[in-house]
């Protein structure tokens, strides 16, 4: 019996070890080089555990039939596209007050259709910046776990913020007051508080550091944290290993962000000409979601905004958008971000056509969205480019995404790791 036993547990390890070293090869007529800036034809993209072992033309190569094929014929493949700024804890439809009749676990649920939302529109993976309860760290372990379907996610558990600012959710009367367990006032305050994320599953540390468009109460673009609380986080961070990324929407609070060493900045709407210069010159990435605006003010406060948060989107909406353009005008190195949470998810790609309309050319938004997306996350090894070594995520377009960037909107497949996403 014990032999028996043993037989058949290293027969299913065996099985197992087989089912892993699996190898896949894809083939379509076009592939996106976004390293190079050029299309490949024909491309063979070999897969073995999940990440590609060689590239080939399909035309002259072969392979054996105990590879598995996925043909792409009539497509072309992008990587993966990478949304650096999104809540996939947060619903769009259910905005304001409104999200208080709604059960605290209601959220982690609807994070779950969120996510499988995400990866089917082509987005493999996302920066989580931002969600109550570690909810994205709950996302994440259960998507890496093969429970549910999803994109990677790069999470940062709670955001920090200032005592009253956009991170402190407002609006609610003294007697009803709940301070979120991210509040710091004070350097010492932020550095203890990056240990305690990081502890917990953050693997991205975000702060805010002006007011924001939802947030009730402050202004948008006043600073709300120190040059000195901002410096403690990025150490702090840079020490563990870990990136940060600053919520600002005010001049003042992007600069004092930039110099605090800060990472990436999302949002940037008020960004001035000298400040727009220092980020290049400092080569810190900026992330901004110019697409929103449109379903922000489409929609009103249909969803529960309130008409403070309309007013605000309704200032620095333009405002945004034409910084953004003197951004990229000036090098400013930019990634793919859409506070997708703040409209609705699975549409993150109608952003790529708003950033060509604002100075972009498509090859440059599709980079932001991959190869720069994956250098901001210090994640080059993994994903951002259909490369040898890395993990084999693409996204398959009925035609040339480098002439028409729309397409993205549309994909015709998502493959992630490999595997066809259903």
Request: glycine share 10%; net charge negative.
């Amino acid at each position: 019996m014990l032999k028996f036993a043993l037989a058949a547990i290293l027969s299913l390890a065996a099985s197992s070890m087989s089912a892993q070293a699996e190898t896949v090869v894809v083939t379509a007529d076009h592939m996106v080089d976004v390293v190079g800036g050029k299309t490949i034809d024909y491309p063979a993209v070999f897969v073995t555990d999940g990440r590609i072992t060689s590239i080939a033309d399909a035309r002259t190569v072969r392979w054996g039939s105990d590879v598995k094929h996925i043909d792409m014929s009539g497509k072309t493949l992008v990587p993966g596209l990478i949304d650096m700024h999104v809540h996939l804890t947060s619903l769009a439809e259910v905005g304001g007050y409104r999200s208080l009749t709604f059960t605290d676990s209601f959220w982690s649920a609807v994070g779950v259709a969120n996510a499988q939302k995400t990866l089917r529109a082509g987005f493999t993976t996302v920066r989580n910046v931002g969600s109550d309860g570690f909810q994205d760290v709950g996302l994440r372990e259960a998507i890496d776990g093969g429970y549910i379907a999803g994109p990677r996610i790069v999470t940062a558990g709670y955001a920090i913020g200032a005592t009253g600012g956009h991170c402190d959710h407002g609006g609610l009367p003294p007697s009803m007051d709940r301070t979120t367990p991210a509040i710091v006032n004070s350097p010492e305050e932020a550095q203890t508080k990056v240990r305690w994320l990081h502890k917990y599953g953050a693997e991205v540390i975000k702060i805010c550091a002006t007011g924001g468009v939802f947030s009730l109460g402050d202004s948008v673009g006043a600073q709300q944290l120190s040059l000195e609380e901002m410096k403690a986080i990025a150490d702090e961070a840079h020490m563990l290993g870990i990136k940060v990324a600053a919520h600002a929407h005010g001049d003042a609070g992007i600069r004092t962000a930039i110099l605090a060493g800060i990472d990436t900045i999302e949002h940037c709407s008020l960004a001035s000409d000298d400040t727009i210069k220092l980020a290049a010159q400092r080569k810190t990435w900026f992330d901004m979601d110019i697409y929103n605006d449109d379903y922000i003010l489409a929609t009103g406060t249909a969803n529960g905004t309130e008409q403070e948060s309309l007013d605000k989107e309704k200032m620095i909406g333009r405002l945004q958008r034409e910084t953004f353009a003197k951004a990229v005008k000036a090098g400013v190195p930019m990634i793919f971000g859409t506070d997708a949470g703040v409209y609705p998810h699975g549409d993150n790609a109608k952003q790529f056509a708003k950033m060509v309309e604002w100075g972009m050319t498509p090859l440059q938004a599709i980079q932001a969205a991959t190869v720069s997306a994956a250098k901001a996350l210090d994640r080059e090894k993994d994903v951002g480019a259909i490369a040898v070594g890395r993990l084999a995520d693409m996204v398959a377009v009925s035609g040339d995404p480098l002439s028409d960037v729309r397409l993205l909107e549309k994909p015709a497949a998502v493959i992630k790791g490999g595997v066809l996403v259903e």
